[in-house]
């Protein structure tokens, strides 16, 4: 089911659990701002999830709220993570789905990025 974006943020959420280490995950990458893991139910070869490390629902949430210092250390992580996964040459495609049109449904934002085969249609019919 998809999230309400509005609703507060839930220190409970699986997400949240990974960052804290109280679940595990398939760790890619890691730095002061971002963690990065693979996706437990991948749609493409590559599907790794990059979530900042502070308390943010959604992309709403984050792009309102977050000091400039968490966005730049955001956009650098997903950065950084496409480099090491060496997506940069063949491309890649990244997504955040916000909200219920958006189908977003853990409460903690997160930026998909999809590589590893050629994509083509930008979103389903
Ligand atoms: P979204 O619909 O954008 O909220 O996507 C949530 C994503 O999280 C889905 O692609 C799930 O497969 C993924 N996911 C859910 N639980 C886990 C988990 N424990 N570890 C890794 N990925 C997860």
Redo the contacts with the bound molecule.
Sequence with gaps: M??DPRQPYDPAN??AR?LRGE?P??KVYEDEFVLA???????APV?V?VIPRGAYVSWDDFSAKAPAEEIAGFVRGVGAVTRQLELDGPGYRL???MGGH?????PHL?V?IFGGRQFTTMVPA
């Design positions: 998809p999230i699986i997400f990974i679940i995950c398939k893991f693979h996706d437990i139910n991948p749609q599907h999830l997504l955040v789905n958006g189908h977003q449904e853990v997160h998909h």
